[in-house]
């Protein structure tokens, strides 16, 4: 039969309930911003309010749960049974009466520790865990990777890392050996100068640029004969300049140089066979990936392979097999060129194949007698024998073996940067966060990158000849933990070197970020470029990518415990402490994934979900903290009581509440954030513009972020650790809103600071080192004009952030120890902002994570 709407009208129709005699149906409706009771007589038509103090409904919100608990009538047709401000009551139709339903529940219930382990957020020295394109020489004796902007090599299977060349100007990515194991090819990137692709032998020493023009090149690879290099151009023009950008594709060029020949705009990833006129590429038709070949006109596209979830097709040197990611595992099966497609999967039975990572494996490459798939997992190189992973193969065993559980570590030991020297901040008002202490006259004594010395001025020891900034009149915090963060640290592994975002973080006094939801390689290798100094950023930390429990290319299968364990290890091995247990459906899944964190002592973020029930087995089974916003306007003393007997953590994220209207459109319409005069330094006009300038407004009471901080302040007044996570809505600003809103909400300004610094650092481990303004802990600090105490707006009056013991003003000219002027922007340069063709202002937003 066919469905027609039957109640309609503005506020929606929820809830339909008939009563027993068949004549009327009770429904829900919005009425403005109020959930309202109803009951329609079916005979006229005719509607009527019965109850007009109901609980906000969930129309606004993701409610697989239903959007209102299910109300009933009574026998007699002449009530109806309900529930509203956290009780049972019952309603008279006729008359409107409302009685309560008394009862009470006596419950005892078992609650898991919380999961959650200390950090050590800023060790001197740290090893190198995110290598990117580790690529085994086709003899197998050498390796060459990149780690913190550079390329390295090194012998194998032991050996020393080394740098492949000379030179401090520029980053260098994507190499790929010629087959004769003689030359790598590479690309660069310089903010300034923009991208080219190089050749330099395997001996080391400077690259010769083979391109003509700047570019943003990735992907470059040699013919099997060495005399052509086919390459892919990319566009940007949100983290780096769209300049040199237009016409993106994939090209070709003579390994000696000369003019590039455009080949195609369809497809990546160009790889050869055994041939020298045939370029394979990955493709796309409609939601199935492709591997697919072209001539080198880019005419003549065959497609060979469909897969519904690969993300990376490798073809051998001799073009007889394939190895394949998929849902981050690496497999490998012989290639058939049948003439048609041919669709491979994980649970292929048409060719024979065989896994060959125990937990996951990306780079995939072979060797050079493609008898070895070859591939990374965070900083070890695997390799895989096609004897070890086929019966039929010359040379393999009776019984095969498991994938191996480690391979060879390229990691290498880093220095971070620590500034040299000593400072002493004096006169400021200090708020330590240390209890509700606040120091008047007071003196901040930082050497190197920790605070030696805090208190009174009259009362501290300052060393001899120890350079002071007077602080007097001011107002120094510590620095804001964001502890849900999301933004780009990347566009196609091209990681800038000088990120507005980053910068813009940081001149709000953001100096610490946790990332929930990114993608791994990019912000782990971002991460570490930060450490070492050789980019400007807040203390980067992340998830890596989310296990997602819904189907898609990077689902995380967690079905058992040995799954659990096998996706908690793949993230760690790329330096990852804690993961993002995202939308998986069942329970017991999510108990899996706790229990593997246990068991490897990371902790475990869960995407909320707007999921009041999920969240509330959340918090009973031990999550490290709950991710945004409980959706309900009201929570009550059921849940209060059962909260803070927990150690789950709180992060609201206050900007995007779940529930109703985001908190971030609110700060839109209620100042001139397009005009704000330090994020108009760091975000591209258009970027920021296109958010700021026309915003929505509402009624005051239809703000759902004010509720929602009115719930938080009333868990933090009962001990639930409430933070803040700006969720990359507004760079660096949206940390403020986040703190304004929470006042909003009735917290006092002091317990504010705590929720944007000491509570987000206690939430992940890493309150040791920030978080509050201690000795020993890191110089990571804000100075602020005016006093926050008597004004939590006053939050962005910032003079200075003090970040790893370097002081930057709020134009991210560091002033001390060194005085080192910020170089402009790409897009505060003459004709620098240029979008790339087709690009919109959705384009611009970048990632927003989840």
Known sequence: GEIDPYITGPGGSIRPTPSPDGKSIAFIRRVRYQSVLYVMDIESGRETPVFSALDRDLQETWAIHGVYPAISWTPDNRSIVFWADGRIQRVDVGTQAVA????????????????????????????????????????????????????????LPTGTARRLTRQSDHFELYPNWSRDGRSIVYTTWDDQAFGSIRVVPVSGGAGRVVTTNPGHYIEPTFSPDGRTIVYRTVS???????????????????????????????????????????????????????????????????????????SEFAVSPDGNWIGWTERFNAYVAPFVMSGR?????????????????????????????????????????????????????????????????????????????????????????????????????????????????????????????????????????????????????????????????????????????????????EIFAHSELARTGRIIAPRIFSTGTILYGASTAFTAQVDDLDDALSTLRRMQAAGAWSVKSYNQPRRDQRQQIIEAARQLNMMVVPEGGSLFQHNMSMIVDGHTTIEHSIPLAHLYDDVHQLWRQTGVAYNPTLVVAYGGSYGENYWYQESEVWNNPILTQYVPRRILDSRARRPETLPDNEWNHISVAREATRLSEQGVSVSIGAHGQREGLAAHWELWSLAQGGMAPIDVIRAGTLNGARSLGLDRDIGSLEVGKLADMVVLDQNPLENIRNTTSISYTIANGRVYDTGMNEVAPRQRARAPFWFAQAGGEGWAAGATDADSEGDHGH
């Open 100 to 155: 309560d339903i008394p009862f009470h529940v006596a419950d005892t219930r078992r609650v898991q520790d919380t999961v959650r382990f200390p950090v050590q957020v800023a060790p001197d020295t740290f090893d190198v865990r995110m290598i990117r394109w580790a690529r085994p020489s086709p003899d197998g004796t050498k390796v060459v990777f990149e780690a913190l902007g550079n390329l390295w090599i090194r012998d």
């Open 236 to 310: 940007d023009g949100f983290l780096t300049s769209a300049l040199w950008s237009r016409d993106p594709g994939v090209y070709r060029i003579p390994a000696a140089g000369g003019e590039p020949v455009f080949m195609t705009d369809d497809g990546s990833t160009p790889q050869f066979g055994a041939a020298n006129d045939r370029v394979f590429l990955q493709g796309r038709d409609g939601d199935k990936q492709t591997l697919i070949s072209v001539n080198l006109d880019g005419e003549d596209e065959r497609t060979h392979l469909t897969s519904e979830w690969a």
């Open 341 to 521: 497609p041919v669709a491979i999967s994980a649970e292929g039975k048409s060719l024979p194949q065989a896994r060959v990572t125990r937990d996951a494996g990306e780079w995939l490459s072979w060797s050079g007698d493609s008898r070895r798939l070859q591939w990374s997992l965070g900083p070890e190189l695997f390799t895989r024998d096609l004897n070890q992973a086929f019966t039929f193969v010359d040379g393999a065993p009776d019984e095969l073996p498991k994938p191996d559980e480690t391979g060879i570590n390229l990691s290498f030991t880093a220095q971070a940067d620590v500034p040299e020297g000593r400072i002493a901040l004096t006169g400021a008002r200090i708020i330590t966060m240390n209890g509700a202490e606040v120091i008047e006259n007071g003196v901040i004594v930082i050497e190197g990158n920790r605070i030696v010395a805090v208190g009174p001025l009259a009362a501290t020891t300052i060393p001899a000849g120890t350079p002071t900034l007077d602080m007097a009149g001011k107002t120094i915090m510590p620095g804001l933990v964001d502890a849900h963060w999301h933004g780009s640290m990347g566009s196609d592994e091209i990681i800038p070197e000088q990120s507005w975002v980053d910068y813009a973080s940081l001149a709000f006094g953001v100096t610490t970020i946790h990332n929930p939801s990114a993608d791994t390689s």
